[in-house]
Each structure stands twice: as structure tokens, then as C-alpha cells.
């Protein structure tokens, strides 16, 4: 039993040296924001150019129609 106590305190000794760091993390570090450009294909804006999913295959756009 004693064993166990032991490591009941260890663990929770590890849980507060985890909750400090978090609570100092958010009190002494200030995000720093910037701007960001992300660039769009002109395609993909107008819906021509639409992504096909892993393991499908890609579907023709510009298929003859069958009579």
C-alpha cells in the first residue's frame, strides 16, 4: 500500500508541474499575429476545377455526351 501512495503523489506532483507550466505559458507568452496570404486558383473560384477525394477517380468535365 505504501507503494501505491507513493506513486499517487508522484503522479500528481507531475500533474501540477504540468498545470503550472500551462498556466505560465498563458500568462508570459503573448501571441504574436501576422498577416496571411493564401492564393486561390481562379479555377477552383469559378467551380471548374473541384478536387476529387483519395481512392476516386477523377470525373470527366469535358465528356462528349452520349446519344
Known sequence: MPTLIRLI???LFLAGLVYGGMIALV???QP???ETTIRIPQRDLLG???PTLPGQAPTPTDAAPTP
Open 9 to 11: 503523489i508522484i503522479l
Open 32 to 34: 504574436n499575429p501576422k
Open 48 to 50: 471548374g476545377g473541384e
Open 27 to 29: 500568462t508570459y507568452v
